[in-house]
């Protein structure tokens, strides 16, 4: 009994064709040890959303004589074998996908394996197969362009620079100001002297004494 047996038989429990489902969903992970399964939902063109098995993990790529681990997501239809499943390429955090022939702007996979596919020719593990195939000759995704840091500042051998200081008041430049043609000195900093206030007008008059029996008074008399 495989490690996913029984979360198979029970995520598949509702499928229309559950037994020839199961058998072909656990060849698969008896043959790749990187995928697993999960019941995930997946909405249709036509807006209703469903919960299907979904194969997901990674399958062997060989690329430029090199291996690579692409990321995918088989959704098995709750017709399985009957019709094809749906797949997709799911690129980690750190990939963009590449949009080819065989793969959109959304990860979708697009093989003729899929389009021609009918139950007793075609299976999931020839399909992963096909996948492998196409994406050595063409890689679905490529490595995120790393952000290029700003340049560090160059300080001298003798250490970092101080900040500037900066006087809040003015300096004495050393020099007196010079006069403008008005006789100001220009720029210098004073308020020329101001007169003191003068009264609007000046009172004008004399004193004249006035002598009555034995008493002598004075008044100010204006002019």
Known sequence: M??????VRQQLSKYKHKDLAQRDVLNVFAS???????????????GSVKDLLCIDGTIPVHYKGAKYNIPVCI?????????PPMCFVRPTKDMLIKPSKNVDANGRIYLPYLHEWKFSNSDLIGLIQVMSVVFGEASPVYAKPQKASPPRPTYPPWGYPHPQQFNPYPTNSGFMPMPNASGQPQNSGYYPPQNPPTSSYQLMGRFQFITKGQSTTSQFVYM
């Not at 495989?2 to 979360?7: E, H, L, S």
């Not at 959704?75 to 019709?83: E, F, G, I, L």
């Open 2 to 7: 495989g490690q996913y047996d029984a979360q």
């Open 32 to 46: 790749f040890s990187d995928l697993k399964p999960k019941i995930d939902k997946y909405a249709f063109s036509d």
């Open 75 to 83: 959704y098995v239809m709750d017709t399985h074998p009957y019709n």
